[in-house]
């Protein structure tokens, strides 16, 4: 009997590891993840959607990092962002406890007789918002040297400084 305790105890604990904010990771069967659309040759929207554990910067991190990536795998040096945005999906969720448990029960006072399936002590609503974030950014590619203007960036160099909050181990 203590060796199933211990077995279920573990399980329980490995399930709640496996829940964290979103890897940086490819948006395939999952739906959270990093997609990039081809809009012209050197144009590229990304987006990268995160789940509830996953902060707005991070999402934005991502979303840069990404762009990095891509620059260089079609063989570009800088990109240049043209257009950016954040969208945040805020919801109330029901945190469950007493009500969802199901522990309702018929209770009879004596001078009002039976009432229904609640308890009268006990009505207190448990909720949660809930936020999720998703980044999005259309990018231009560019080769040579990026322009000296804010929103261009050299991918070499967004790679090297990120590689570390992305990853979350030093670069090889």
Known sequence: MLRVITILNLVVMLAGCA?????????????????????????YRI?????????????????????????????????????????????????????RARLHYRYYHPGYGWYGWRDPLWNDVDVREVTRYEASGEIVLGRGSAPDTPDAFEACEVIQHLWLLVTGSAPQ
Do not use: C, W
């Open 19 to 43: 829940s964290g904010p979103t890897a940086y990771q490819k948006a395939e069967e999952n739906r959270y993840g990093y997609a990039e659309q081809a809009i012209e040759s050197d144009r």
């Open 47 to 99: 987006t990268f959607r995160g789940n509830s554990l996953t902060g707005r910067d991070k999402v934005e991190i991502f979303v840069l990092f990404r762009a990095a990536e891509l620059t260089l795998e079609k063989g570009y040096d800088h990109f240049r962002v043209v257009q950016r945005d954040i969208e945040a999906d805020r919801r109330l969720v029901d945190m469950g406890g007493y009500d």
